[in-house]
Every structure is written in structure tokens, then in C-alpha cells.
T-cell receptor, first 116, second 113 residues
Framework: DGGITQSPKYLFRKEGQNVTLSCEQN?????MYWYRQDPGQGLRLIYY???????QKGDIAEGYSVSREKKESFPLTVTSAQKNPTAFYLC???????????????FGEGSRLTVL | GESVGLHLPTLSVQEGDNSIINCAYS??????FIWYKQESGKGPQFIID?????DKRQGQRVTVLLNKTVKHLSLQIAATQPGDSAVYFC????????????FGAGTRLAVHP
């Protein structure tokens, strides 16, 4: 089945450690996104990528980094510079830059990161 | 389970009743809107969308209404079922800003038998 796979589903990290969250899609979508979700808040955009080897900062990019070496993969690294990394992280994709056709984003199941 | 939505406004309805979830959007230049449903521990799922040249759009058991004058969006769910229990988010695309979908805080819908 086509879809978006995020791993791991749950992750614990000690303060000062970097951690990388995986996001893979087999939908052949051009655009991919990372969102962060905190209790009582909507989703906030961290980074997005319209095409391989290109990505742009979203609203809360500080303390995060991404790469887009392959069309199907868009890993997110939460660095030690991120001051409050405990959150639910959601990866999404869309056929092209959303809005030009349908604006629908297809989401993965999420990764919950807890910093101890 | 997922702790998202602990402090969200909650709408409680009886099974079989109609539900109306409201959303005030922020940007008068936004011209494309989407409703998403998020069940506990899962990613959001697309429900329905509407562009600013429309006031109303219907899907299966769902209707979205757009009032651009007061920047208000609503999602109506007919004959609400227990499976409709979830957090519902409205999201907006600013005109020309189709790289950035802006999400609202969400509303929790609790359906009681």
C-alpha cells in the first residue's frame, strides 16, 4: 500500500543528544513537510521540501535540520540546540507544492520524542 | 495514547445528533481552506476542502461553510457516530502562499452513545 512511514513511533533522548526521525513515502510525491505538534496547539511547520536537494525553513526551524537526498526520504534531525524538543512530530507529503492542485497533505502516523 | 489535545476546547454530542465545529481563521488573504481529522495517536486525515470562491461544499455526511466577511469556517457532521470522535483542525493557505498550510489549534469532538 502507498503511504508515509515514520520511525520510530516513540523515541527517548537525553539532553544534549541529537536524534534523527525518519520519514519515507512511496507515493511519488514531490513535496514533503515536517510539522511539530504540542498539546493544545495546532501543527507548526518546521521545514518543507519541494524537490530533491532543496528545502526551506518553516516557522520554527531553529534547532532542527533536514536533508532531501532522495525523493522518497526526508529525515529530520532534532539537534541539541532545540530548547524544548519534547513533542509529537508529523511528516507529510503532497503531489506537488500544495495549492497548485489539491491542497491535501498526506500525513504519517507521527513520532513522539521525549527528552529525559 | 497520544497526549495531543489535552487542553483543547471540547464539543460533546450524542450519537446521531448533528455536530458543528467552528473555526476563525486569521488571514483575510487566505483563499483555500481544509478540515483535517486526527484520531488519537495518528496523523491527521483530510476531510474536506473549500476555496474562497465558494460558500459551501458538501461531502459524505460533512458540510463546510465559509463566511469570508467574518473570517469564519465551520464543519458540520450529520448523524454523528462514535467513530467521529477525534480532534478536528481547520487549516488555511494564504493566497500565493501555497507552501505553508497554517493550522488552527483544533477542537476535540466527543461522541456519547
Amino acid at each position: 500500500d502507498g503511504g508515509i512511514t515514520q520511525s520510530p513511533k516513540y523515541l527517548f533522548r537525553k539532553e544534549g543528544q541529537n536524534v534523527t526521525l525518519s520519514c519515507e513515502q512511496n507515493l511519488n510525491h514531490d513535496a514533503m513537510y515536517w510539522y511539530r505538534q504540542d498539546p493544545g496547539q495546532g501543527l507548526r511547520l518546521i521545514y518543507y521540501s519541494q524537490i530533491v536537494n532543496d528545502f526551506q525553513k518553516g516557522d520554527i526551524a531553529e534547532g532542527y535540520s533536514v536533508s532531501r537526498e532522495k525523493k522518497e526520504s526526508f529525515p529530520l534531525t532534532v539537534t541539541s540546540a532545540q530548547k524544548n524538543p519534547t513533542a509529537f512530530y508529523l511528516c507529510a507529503s503532497s503531489p506537488r507544492l500544495a495549492g497548485l492542485d489539491t491542497g491535501e497533505l498526506f500525513f504519517g502516523e507521527g513520532s513522539r520524542l521525549t527528552v529525559l | 495514547g497520544e497526549s495531543v489535545g489535552l487542553h483543547l476546547p471540547t464539543l460533546s454530542v450524542q450519537e446521531g445528533d448533528n455536530s458543528i465545529i467552528n473555526c476563525a481563521y486569521s488571514n483575510s488573504a487566505s483563499d483555500y481552506f481544509i478540515w483535517y481529522k486526527q484520531e488519537s495517536g495518528k496523523g491527521p486525515q483530510f476531510i474536506i476542502d473549500i476555496r474562497s470562491n465558494m460558500d459551501k461544499r458538501q461531502g459524505q455526511r460533512v458540510t463546510v461553510l465559509l463566511n469570508k466577511t467574518v473570517k469564519h469556517l465551520s464543519l458540520q457532521i450529520a448523524a454523528t457516530q462514535p467513530g467521529d470522535s477525534a480532534v478536528y483542525f481547520c487549516a488555511e493557505y494564504p493566497r500565493g502562499g501555497y507552501n505553508k498550510l497554517i493550522f488552527g489549534a483544533g477542537t476535540r469532538l466527543a461522541v456519547h452513545p
